[in-house]
Structures are given as C-alpha cells and as structure tokens.
C-alpha cells in the first residue's frame, strides 16, 4: 500500500513536524480545483445511504475530522479531499497562545495510539474567523472552542460567550471543549452550575446548535447529571469521548497529556455507551475515541451514535480510511436491510 510507504517517511519525522508536512501538502492541493476534485473522487463517497440531515445541514457522510487536527480552520477543504463529511475546527482561543513546551505529541506506534499535551495551540478567533471566510463550504463545519490558559476560571463563562458570539455566524455547530486534560483545572468546569450558566446564557446569543464535548475520564454518574444539566439548559448534542489521562491503559504511556487512538477504544466506548443510554432519541450524540475501521463505526451507530469523529485512526490508516469505512459501511448497512444510515442508529440500545 502506498501509505505504508509514506507513513515510513512520515514516522521517521517528530510527529509535529510530520503533521505540519500533511497540512502543507493538503493546503496547496486543496488550492486548486483540479487536485482538490481528484483527490475527493478518490476519497469522498458520495451516496445517499449515508447521507442524514443534521441541524439543517446535508451531511453526506457520518465521519467527522475529530477536533485538535485542524486547529486554525486552515484544512477545511482538506478535510473533504479526504473524504470526511464534516470537520471539526479548533479547539480556537480568543487570543492567539503557542499551547504546551515541545516534544507534547508523542506516538504510541504498538498501540496505534497517540498521546498529546499540545494545549490549545493556536493562532486565536480572528484568524480563525478569516481563514473560514475564505475556504469553500464542501463540508459542514463545528468549530471547537476553548478557553486561553491564562484566563482565570473566574471570566472563563465570558470567554466562551464571546467566542460564541464571534462564531455563530461561520459555522454549522459549536462545541464547548472544557475536557482537554491540557489546560490547567479545564475538566474542573465539567460542573453542573457552570454547564447550566454556560449553556443558558450562549443560547439567548445564538440559535446555532451548541453541543458539549465530555472527558474519556469523567464517571459516568457525574457525565450523566452534567449532560442533563446541559440539555435542560438548551445543549443540542453530546461529544463522546476527548482523550484520556487514565495512563494504566497502557505501560507505553508518558507521565503527560492525553491518550488517543486504540488504547482509549474501550474505555471511550463505554462511556459513549452509558450516555447513549440515557439520551438516545433526547439529544445528538457524537462517538470519538479509537475508531479506525467499519465495524467501529457501525457498533457505534447501532449504539446510538448520529455522527462520529476519527483523528488518529487517520494518522495511522492514511488518507483512505474514510474511503475504506464509509464503503465498507454502506455494505453493512445493506446487509441488515438499511437504506439510509438513520435506521441503524440505536438499534442496539
Ligand atoms: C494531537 C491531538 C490534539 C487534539 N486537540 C484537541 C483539541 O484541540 N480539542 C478537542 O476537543 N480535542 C482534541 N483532541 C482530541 C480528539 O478530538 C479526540 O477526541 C481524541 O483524540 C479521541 O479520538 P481518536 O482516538 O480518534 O484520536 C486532540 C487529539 C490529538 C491526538
């Protein structure tokens, strides 16, 4: 396979440097029409079994670039080339941050897992807010936001509302990250008063779907009383899972960041699991954490899961891993006598 072949070079490069590489090249080939159109008929299945309706928005397929791959919205049309049907910007910052001292992305290479402390690098809203003004919509897009490390949790509500306001027009979803183990006392406002305050206050600003992403760790009681929290208050979907600090997981693990990849698989789904236990049919629910193939996609959707997210599956499958899945996908549905996506999901609740 071609990627095997890649993927040497790409490996033999700090993981950093190697993805700074993949944007370069998705950038300059997203630039042009021919090679942006070569590249999404080669990657981007196109058929109506997978295609659901989702806050107003076509989503032509179920698979989402998971956040933290595209941090400053700058590989949008990228995401399509690649086959994605939606992308998942940021996290964003309202001011612009360098995140966590380098090496803060290591790879777990037995375990096709990943393990970041990157904190939220990025180059702030504004030049968020340019580079989506310039790309061509292919795609839907959720834009990721976060608060910048040296904000007090004090004037942390303020932070996200400003950044609500400032995106509600360039994006089809927002999702509040308050579930990076990366920034100080973040998780701490994985709370039920912040999360009731947080959520009633953006949705007076916006009538864009707002939709909360939860930690790999938090225990399930807590998750599910925060969700409630955050559904009574107007949350329009659930994000399932972030990376995890459980370093038992794995004894590859470093003393810092968080895990992704196959070694968070389980544990990312278990947690998926419970809430959609709890919310199917009640909320959106979005499945991320350790996906990599069809059969992945598919437990999670007869779980429950509307939408899922990949990010490091990509790192180690290459380009073709939407291809791959959403082909794949299309054959499972067909086999259990689905025609679209939609009536698959749940049915193993
Ligand atoms: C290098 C890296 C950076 C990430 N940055 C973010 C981020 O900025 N915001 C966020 O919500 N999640 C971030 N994530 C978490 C992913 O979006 C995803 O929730 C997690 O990696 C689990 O999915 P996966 O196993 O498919 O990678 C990041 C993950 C990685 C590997």
Redesign the pocket.
């Known amino acids: 396979m071609i990627y095997d072949n890649i993927k040497k070079i790409l490996f033999v490069l700090p993981p950093e440097t190697a993805h700074n590489f993949v944007e370069f090249f998705l950038r300059v080939f997203a630039r042009y029409k021919l090679s942006k159109n070569f590249f999404a008929s080669r990657y981007f299945v196109d058929d109506e079994a997978l295609c659901q309706n989702i806050f107003n928005q076509k989503f032509k397929n179920p698979i989402g670039l998971?956040?933290?791959?595209d941090?400053d919205a700058t590989m949008i049309a990228g995401a399509y080339m690649l086959g994605f049907g939606y992308s998942?910007v940021?996290?964003v910052t309202k001011v612009a941050q360098i995140g966590n001292k380098k090496p803060r992305?290591f790879r777990l290479k037995e375990l096709n897992s990943?393990q970041?402390a990157?904190g939220?690098n990025n180059k702030g809203a504004d030049n968020m807010l340019n580079n989506i003004a310039k790309t061509t919509a292919d795609i839907p897009i959720g834009i990721?936001i976060?608060k910048n490390k040296t904000t007090p949790n004090s004037d942390t509500i303020e932070e996200y509302l400003y950044l609500v306001k400032k995106f509600k027009n360039s994006c089809d979803y927002i999702?509040i990250?308050i579930?990076?183990p990366n920034t100080p006392n973040l998780r701490d406002l994985q709370n039920e008063p912040f999360v009731a305050e947080l959520f009633a206050k953006a949705t007076t600003i916006t009538a864009k779907p707002i939709l909360l992403?939860l930690s790999?760790d938090i225990d399930k009681t807590t998750a599910i009383d925060i969700c409630q929290t955050a559904i009574n208050h107007g949350c329009s979907g659930i994000i399932a899972?972030?990376?995890s600090i459980d370093y038992s997981l794995t004894s590859l693990s470093k003393d810092l960041g968080?895990l992704?990849?196959e070694v968070?698989?389980d544990k990312?789904y278990e947690l998926f699991e419970t809430i959609a236990k709890e919310f199917y049919g009640k909320t959106l629910l979005v499945s991320?954490?350790?996906?990599?193939s069809a059969d992945d996609v598919y437990k999670r959707i007869k779980a429950g899961a509307t939408l899922v997210?990949?990010?490091?599956?990509l790192i180690y499958k290459g380009p073709q891993i939407c291809h791959h899945i959403n082909r794949e996908l299309i054959r499972l549905l067909k086999a259990d006598g689905y025609n679209n996506i939609s009536q698959a999901i749940g049915v193993d609740r």
């Open positions: 998971a956040a933290g791959f941090k998942e940021g996290t992305l990943l970041n990157m939220f990721s976060g999702a990250n579930s990076s992403k790999c899972t972030n990376t968080g992704s990849g968070i698989k990312a991320v954490g350790g996906i990599s997210q990949i990010y490091t599956g």
